[in-house]
């Protein structure tokens, strides 16, 4: 047994030593060649396949959360017929290859262009290579809802005591948009259902919502006045129980449904017990002989002092009507210290409500006054302002406490909208922000909250945060019933959806404010000039063109009235009227700044550029030539040097492209063309079309210093083969044959086809030229053997005919 373990711990030493020796070799002999790079899409997958001529040996190194993955390929080294190390891709997954070569190694960096891809790497079967496959990651899709066990959900529970005659409640419900077929309750198409019950004291009333489930927070709701106390709010089963503790008498309820959004609205009416007794009073009802008379007492008081104080708040008013705002607000300061007297420091006599609403009249006198004397400091009306609020809840919260009501209380909401519209004023748009907050949260219901998610998105229109102000001004149009800025409002919709390029979108919220206020956007520059590039965008030139023409007429010297001037030659050029777009383009010129005068310059030039059957191609390449040379720091420079590059291409000057192309990528290596191989490739297209215009005109010596020049840059890898045989058959015809023969070697390693059976050609002629006639016969023999079909046979055979007379002519 020893023996037999022993002697199979020998063979696996064997074995382990026989498979080591192809991994200690394998660096020491011929490396691996990467030839070819292959990108393949299926789908949302897609496929790179790096063709070698070995199976190659690899290690895989990650970082997707980087979007890289490396490919170290040992004892390789990359063989495209190009020489560049890099491989870009136009696909939104991959950016592209870059290979590297370290220590004898060939390094594989691929550059992602998203986080959440997977991959997976395999060797291909019938060539030698390996793939790697890209793909997103799986999403895991979340677990759909739980079955409905209700037809609705309460949403919310809202309470409002503003209204000293009852306390309203406001129940808001929503309900799935589809209900799943495995639910276990159906849909309910009826609206939600409300039951009330009252105990025989009228001390409680519950409310019974069947069908309903309401949210998790609403479970944790508490409110309390003086005429009703929620108690409970609890849910069984389907169905949702709110219990109200009562403390008034007389208690009745009035119902309300709002079908959109649904709601149920109770009014619940009765006599609050603490305000009992001032009722009591007020009625005379069950008086003793001493409470009468001092309740007697209080009211000749109360009827003496508003009579002193009513024409002193008459006299502000006046003077207020008359323009007379510190006359006015001096009054208003007289009737509030006249309705002060007697109060004491603890407010023995309550404040007067005639003199507390003198406070918010010197605030709106101050505001109107600023407003339109066009002041811009609104501290003043703020601290009044901010007085009155402040006195009020004062003299608010004494009277709740004594169960009666203050009259000016309803001012407050005003007030706050006030101060926020002052900051607004101001450009403290934080500030403004928090007076509109405390007004939706506090007064939701009254005017002043509504109207301020008008001016919320105002703000956020200044603030340039576009996607917040259309959500605000949406909330203002959903909330209010007949919008007071209803054109205004989607005025500045349809230029936050054009900030955002939404332009199909901003054009519908144009049409609707034009038709609703079509003079509205003429007293605004800026917002022509949006709404006009709308128009244009979505392509409607004849209103775009009105537009732009009511801006220049209006606001000549405006900021967007120079680009309008361009805009109005781009109508024309876009409709074909190109000799009238340049008109238009030159009266721009004329007018405007050096910056204007250079854009009409250029699409000026861009024009002319286009007709080649005339000679104004050249003007707009002399046009593009100051434009660079003599304003090489303005953003238009950049342009014109590489429009006038393309324009020399398109017209067949060749040389002087490839030299206004070089100075572009010096210039600009950063610039997009240059960095995407762009520029590149459109200099090797111009060196193709000057070598095969030397090569037509059979001017060998200029084709062959051509060649001379630009060989050591771009010619050692051309990728035009027809561009390399045209230069080897120029080079035989000068008798260069070593140059000519190292070409035509150099094409027959990566051309095939008809270059390949011309390259055998004109090396057996090169040949025979050279009097290496047994190389020659060799080769044309060669040839004829390999294509017997080649429509060159005739010409191969006549070559072959020239090479075995002359060899005949010469002595053994």
Not at 675 to 700: A, W
């Amino acid at each position: 047994m020893r023996l037999f373990r022993n002697f199979l711990i020998l063979l696996i030493i064997s074995c382990s030593t026989a498979a080591g020796i192809p991994a200690q070799t394998s660096k020491t002999s011929d490396p691996v060649i990467i030839q070819n790079v292959e990108l393949l899409r299926h789908g949302r997958q897609i496929s790179v396949r790096l063709l070698t001529d070995n199976p190659p040996v690899y290690v895989i190194t990650e970082n997707l959360a980087s979007r890289t993955l490396v490919i170290k390929f040992n004892n390789a080294r990359i063989g495209f017929s190009d020489g560049r190390n890099e491989r870009l891709f136009n696909d939104p997954q991959l950016a592209g290859i870059r290979f590297s070569a370290i220590d004898g190694d060939s390094w594989a960096q691929f550059k992602l262009l998203k986080k959440d891809l997977s991959y997976s790497v395999s060797s291909l079967m019938e060539q030698n290579g390996i793939q790697i496959d890209f793909r997103p990651a799986l999403q895991i899709e979340p677990l759909p809802d739980p079955p409905e066990d209700a037809a609705y959900q309460l949403v919310s529970i809202k309470f409002d005591a503003g209204n000293t005659d009852f306390t309203r409640l406001t129940f808001g419900f929503t309900k799935p948009a589809k209900f799943s077929a495995t639910g276990s309750v159906p849909e309910d198409r009826q609206p939600p259902r409300i039951f009330l019950l009252e105990n025989s004291l009228q001390t409680q009333l519950t409310i019974r919502l069947p069908n309903t489930l309401p949210e998790k927070q609403l479970l944790n709701l508490d409110y309390k006045d003086a005429r009703l106390e929620l108690h409970a709010l609890t849910s069984e089963v389907n169905q949702t129980f709110i219990e109200l503790k009562l403390n008034a008498t007389d208690v009745s309820v009035e119902r309300h449904f709002v079908s959109r959004p649904v709601q149920w609205i109770l009014d619940i009416h009765g006599t609050p017990l603490k305000g009992k007794i001032a009722a009591d009073l007020t009625e005379g009802k069950k008086l003793s002989p001493e409470d009468a008379a001092a309740f007697e007492k209080e009211e000749k008081e109360r009827r003496i002092r508003a009579s002193k104080i009513n024409p002193i708040f008459q006299r502000g008013e006046n003077a207020f009507r008359k323009n007379l705002y510190d006359e006015a607000v001096s009054h208003y300061k007289e009737a509030y210290a006249l309705g002060k007297e007697h109060t004491g420091d603890e407010f023995e006599d309550p404040l007067h409500p005639l003199s507390a609403r003198a406070l918010f009249r010197i605030g709106d006198t101050i505001y109107t006054m600023l407003e339109r004397r066009i002041g811009d400091n609104y501290h003043q009306a703020i601290e009044a302002y901010k007085t009155a609020i402040r006195i009020t809840q004062d003299a608010e919260k004494i009277a709740k406490e004594n169960g009666e009501e203050f009259e000016t209380a309803y001012l407050l909401p005003h007030a706050n909208f006030r101060i926020g519209r002052s900051y607004q004023k101001m450009k403290f748009q934080h500030e403004a922000a928090v007076y509109y907050k405390i007004l939706q949260e506090r007064f939701q219901n009254s005017i002043e909250a509504m109207e301020a998610s008008f001016w919320k998105g105002m703000s956020r229109i200044e603030q340039r945060q576009w996607e917040m102000a259309i959500n605000e001004f949406k909330e203002y149009l959903r909330t209010s019933p007949e919008p007071k800025f209803f054109a205004v409002t989607h005025y500045k919709m349809a230029q936050a959806y054009y900030q955002l390029k939404r332009y199909i979108t901003a054009k519908e919220f144009f049409d609707i404010a034009r038709n609703a206020e079509e003079d509205y956007a003429k007293d605004d520059p800026t917002l022509l000039f949006h709404m006009g590039e709308t128009y244009y965008e979505n392509a409607d030139y004849v209103t775009a063109r009105e537009i732009f023409r009511l801006l220049l007429e209006k606001y000549p010297k405006a900021d967007f009235s120079k680009l309008v001037a361009l805009r109005l030659g781009d109508f024309l050029r876009d409709e074909g009227k190109e000799n009238d777009a340049i008109l238009a383009y030159k009266n721009a010129i004329s007018s405007y700044t050096r910056e204007i005068a250079l854009l009409g310059k250029l699409r000026i030039a861009n024009i002319q550029a286009k007709r080649p059957y005339s000679d104004e191609h050249l003007e707009a390449i002399t046009v593009y030539d100051e434009i660079h040379r003599l304003y090489p720091e303005t953003p238009q420079a950049k342009e014109a040097l590489l429009r006038k590059g393309l324009t020399l291409t398109l017209y067949g000057y060749y040389a002087r492209a490839i030299k206004t192309l070089e100075s572009f990528m010096e210039k600009y290596p950063q610039n997009v063309y240059v960095r995407r191989n762009v520029i590149q490739e459109n200099i090797d297209e111009n060196l193709k079309g000057l070598i095969d215009q030397y090569f037509r005109q059979d001017d060998t010596l200029a084709l062959v210093s051509a060649y001379s020049d630009y060989k050591a840059k771009y010619l050692f890898n051309f990728r035009f083969d027809t561009t390399l045989f045209q230069t080897a058959v120029a080079h035989r015809k000068l008798g260069f044959y070593e140059e000519t023969l190292d070409i035509l070697r150099f094409l027959e390693t990566r051309s095939g086809g008809t270059i390949g059976e011309l390259v055998q050609l004109e090396k057996a002629l090169t040949l025979l030229e050279k009097e290496d006639l047994t190389e020659a016969r060799n080769i044309t023999a060669g040839f004829l053997q390999k294509y017997p079909a080649s429509p060159y046979d005739a010409e191969a055979r006549q070559l072959l005919a020239k090479i075995y007379r002359r060899k005949k002519s010469y002595p053994n």
